[in-house]
Nanobody
């Protein structure tokens, strides 16, 4: 079992930045892809970005491409969010992939964190 914990959420004005972090409870997750998803009230959970185990494969949703950057080191996975928009608001969750490389499908991930709230004010 892998437990994931997100941090770094908060409230910012449109155009601002936040950096989210995802920490896993054990080192095993370093062999797996990690993804970020978000969910706004009343909406489906949607894919944001994913990074492979070694950082060699990265994928972004079209809605965040050019504004968000996903990265990882041996301890954490990060999501740098720049030029934030009100539509970026929601609960951001990180998830551990079932393998070393994962895509945008939710069923490619088997462990999920509880999420961190991001609110962008217009």
């Amino acid at each position: 079992q892998v437990q994931l914990t997100e941090s770094g959420g908060g409230t910012v004005q449109a155009g601002g930045s936040l950096r989210l972090s995802c920490t896993a409870s054990r080192r095993t997750s370093s062999n797996n892809a990690v993804g970020w998803f978000r969910q706004a009230p009343g909406k489906e959970r949607e894919f944001v970005a994913t990074i492979s185990w070694n950082g060699g494969h990265i994928l972004y949703a079209d809605s965040v491409k050019g504004r968000f950057i996903i990265s990882r080191d041996i301890a954490k996975v990060y999501l740098q969010m720049n030029t934030l928009k009100p539509e970026d608001s929601g609960v951001y969750l990180c998830a551990s992939g079932r393998s070393a490389v994962a895509g945008s499908r939710r069923d490619s991930y088997n462990y999920w964190g509880q999420g961190t709230q991001v609110t962008v004010l217009s």
